[in-house]
C-alpha cells in the first residue's frame, strides 16, 4: 500500500501518518518530490487495511499496489530518482551522464592512477575497480583487498572522482563502505540476499549489477531488497545476460533501460565491457546505450590490457576511452544528455572532504 499525501502536507501530516503505519506493525517509507510526498508501506505479508489512515489530515489518497515491488516502483515516486555526491558536482540520474571507468581489478598505485589520470581528463566522474574480485577460478586473481581500498582513496583525493567498488560478502561491505562512494554488487550477488539487505542499511548509494540470468522482475525486487532497509539511493547496471549466443562473453541486453524506466525511478547505467567481453565491440554498444537512454555507463579501461590481471580482452586502452567519449559526447545532446568536460589542471577542484 501506498499513501499519497496532499502537495501542501505539512511534516507532521506525513510524520503523524508514519506514526500511525508502525503502530500497525508495519514501516513505513517516506519518499519527497517534486509534487507531493508518498509514503511507502512495507513489513505487510498480504494486504493492509487502510483502516482510518484514510481520514488523516494531509492525505490524499491511498493506493493499493498491484505489483511485487514498491519502492522501486513509479507509483510511489513518478520522478526520476537522481543521486547526488557531497563535495562533487557528480550525479546520477540527472542530465549529465555517469561515466565510470577504470581497470577491472585495482592492481597497484601506478596502474590504478594511469587509468585514473587519463579516464578523468577524458570526462570521467567516476572511477571504478575491483578490490575484492569474484572469480570464476580459485586460483585467479583475487584482488588486493583493503590495500586496494586505500590506493582507490588516493585517486578519489589525487583526481576527485567519486569511487565505485564492489563488496561481495558482508565482511567486505564493512570496508568497502568506509571507503567508496558507491557499492557496486555484482551480477553474481545480485540474489544474495542478506548482502542486499546489509547494503540497504548502509548510508552510500548502491549500485546493482543485473544477475546474469535475472528477468526485469527479479533484477527490480533485488533493488526492492536495498530499498526497504531504507537504503533508497540504488543505481541498477545492465551488465549483459547469458543466452545461446557464443561471439559474445554475454549478450547485452538493451531493450531493459527502457522497459526499467518505464516502472521506476531509479537510475540505470550500461556496463558494455562484461556485456560483451569483448574491446572491440565496447565502443558501438556505449553508443547504442547512451542512444537507447541509459543514465551512464561503466567501461573497464586499462593502460597495459595485454597484461592486465583480470579482464583483459574487454578493457579498452585509454586512447580507445577517448575516442569512446569524444562519440559519446556527440550523441549526448541527441537524447538530451551531457558530458562533463574532463578534468584539465584548469578546471580541477579539490577532492570532496570525505566522511
Ligand atoms: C565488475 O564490474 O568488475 C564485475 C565483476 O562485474 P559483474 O558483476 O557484472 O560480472
Ligand atoms: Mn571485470
Do not use: W
Not at 164 to 183: F, G, H, K, M, P
Not at 323 to 352: C, E, Y
Amino acid at each position: 500500500m501506498l499513501v499519497v499525501m496532499q502537495a501542501h502536507a505539512t511534516d507532521e501530516q506525513v510524520r503523524a501518518v508514519c506514526k500511525r503505519i508502525e503502530s500497525m506493525g508495519y514501516r513505513a517509507h517516506t519518499i519527497p518530490g517534486a509534487q507531493r510526498t508518498a509514503i511507502g508501506i512495507t513489513g505487510n505479508q498480504g494486504e493492509v487495511e487502510p483502516g482510518t489512515i484514510e481520514e488523516m489530515p494531509g492525505v490524499a489518497e491511498v493506493i493499493q499496489v498491484s505489483k511485487p515491488y514498491k519502492l522501486v516502483s513509479r507509483d510511489l515516486k513518478p520522478e526520476n530518482t537522481i543521486i547526488k555526491f557531497a563535495g562533487s558536482n557528480a550525479s546520477v540520474g540527472g542530465t549529465t551522464l555517469a561515466i565510470m571507468a577504470g581497470p577491472c581489478a585495482i592492481e597497484n598505485r601506478e596502474q590504478a592512477f594511469a587509468a585514473a589520470e587519463h579516464t578523468a581528463r577524458a570526462g570521467a566522474q567516476f572511477f571504478r575497480g575491483g578490490a575484492y574480485k569474484p572469480r570464476t577460478s580459485p586460483y585467479s586473481f583475487q584482488g588486493l583487498g583493503e590495500k586496494g581500498l586505500q590506493i582507490m582513496a588516493e585517486v578519489r583525493e589525487r583526481f576527485g572522482m567519486m569511487i565505485v567498488t564492489e563488496a561481495i560478502d558482508n565482511e567486505s561491505l564493512d570496508l568497502v563502505e568506509e571507503y567508496a562512494d558507491i557499492i557496486q554488487i555484482g551480477a553474481r550477488n545480485m540474489q544474495n540476499f542478506s548482502l542486499l539487505k546489509r547494503a540497504g542499511r548502509s548510508k552510500k548509494p548502491v549500485l546493482l549489477k543485473r544477475g546474469m540470468s535475472a528477468t526485469l522482475e527479479e533484477f527490480l525486487m533485488a533493488a526492492e531488497y536495498v530499498m526497504s532497509e531504507g537504503n533508497y539511493n540504488v543505481i541498477l547496471c545492465e551488465r549483459g545476460v547469458r543466452t545461446f549466443a557464443d561471439h559474445t562473453r554475454n549478450t547485452l541486453d538493451l531493450s531493459l533501460i527502457p522497459a526499467v524506466q518505464r516502472l521506476s525511478h531509479l537510475p540505470i547505467v550500461v556496463d558494455p565491457s562484461h556485456g560483451t567481453g569483448k574491446r572491440n565491440k565496447v565502443t558501438p554498444l556505449s553508443r547504442a546505450a547512451i542512444a537507447v537512454g541509459a543514465d551512464g555507463l561503466m567501461v573497464e579501461v586499462h593502460h597495459d590490457p595485454d597484461h592486465a590481471l583480470s579482464d583483459g580482452m574487454q578493457s579498452l586502452y585509454p586512447d580507445q576511452f577517448d575516442d569512446l567519449m569524444k562519440q559519446v559526447r556527440q550523441i549526448a545532446p541527441v537524447v538530451g544528455r551531457q558530458v562533463s568536460a574532463g578534468r584539465t589542471q584548469a578546471n580541477a577542484q579539490p577532492a570532496a572532504a570525505h566522511s
